[in-house]
């Protein structure tokens, strides 16, 4: 495709309700990242994929969080019970390095979570 | 956490004034880049310099990087209107894979 593409651009949620949220990176891009931005805060690191493997996980707040990338392409991030905490822009970005953040990240537009 | 502080969290300036924009971070890095993010939308990449490396210009941006202070700024020339944004630092760790950003700098450029 011609950028990274996320999907849904905005989903609410109701506390305990499950979400995934979805990001198609740019073609043949090895390296994937997830980030999460409050508002007016910048992106914090969540988790960095190559390929299909997850290499850091660091970043995720909390066991409700998980993600994947099985086809090492689409990649799903999944967020268990949700919590008012979890309102965030959840950002995806890709980058043609095998070394993930050695060149330019190509960000979408985001996911707007809102939980109520 | 965050890697980089963005100084000023503020600015704003008339159009045709130069922008300088502060980033300091903590650890050793290959690279360190600039990202631009218009409200509500995804960052665009603007800039990386790497480390071996003091200046670097694109445009009207020109940016400088000193490792010996673990500092970089961001110099917009002749702002306009639409360079309103927030500009983030993000450093590349020697010993990860992972970007990592800073706070940022809302930009506001009046015409």
């Known amino acids: 495709g011609a950028g990274v593409s996320q999907s849904p651009r905005y989903k609410v949620a109701k506390r305990g309700q499950d979400v995934a949220l979805r990001c198609d990176p740019i073609s043949g891009h090895v390296s994937l990242f997830w980030y999460q931005q409050a508002l007016g805060q910048g992106p914090e690191f969540l988790t960095y994929f190559q390929n299909e493997a997850q290499l850091d996980k660091s970043g995720l707040p909390s066991d409700r969080f998980f993600a994947e990338r099985p086809e090492g392409s689409v990649s799903t991030l999944k967020i268990q019970r949700t919590q008012q905490e979890d309102s965030a822009v959840y950002l995806c970005?890709?980058?043609?390095?095998?070394?993930?953040?050695?060149?330019?990240?190509?960000f979408g537009q985001g996911t707007r979570l809102t939980v109520v | 956490s965050q890697q980089g502080e963005e100084d000023p969290q503020a600015l704003s300036i008339q159009e045709g004034e130069n922008a300088t924009m502060n980033c300091s971070y903590k650890?050793?890095?290959?690279?360190l880049q600039w990202y631009r993010q218009n409200s509500g939308r995804g960052l665009v990449h603007l800039i990386l310099?790497?480390?071996?490396?003091r200046e670097k210009h694109s445009g009207r941006l020109r940016v400088t990087l000193d490792t010996s202070k673990k500092s970089s700024s961001l110099l917009i020339t002749a702002s306009r209107a639409a360079d309103t944004a927030s500009y983030f630092c993000a450093t590349d760790a020697r010993d990860t894979d992972k970007l990592i950003f800073g706070t940022g700098t809302r930009l506001q450029v009046f015409p």
């Open positions: 650890t050793s890095i290959n690279n």
């Open positions: 310099i790497r480390s071996n490396e």
């Open positions: 970005a890709s980058t043609s390095s095998i070394r993930g953040a050695n060149t330019e990240a190509f």
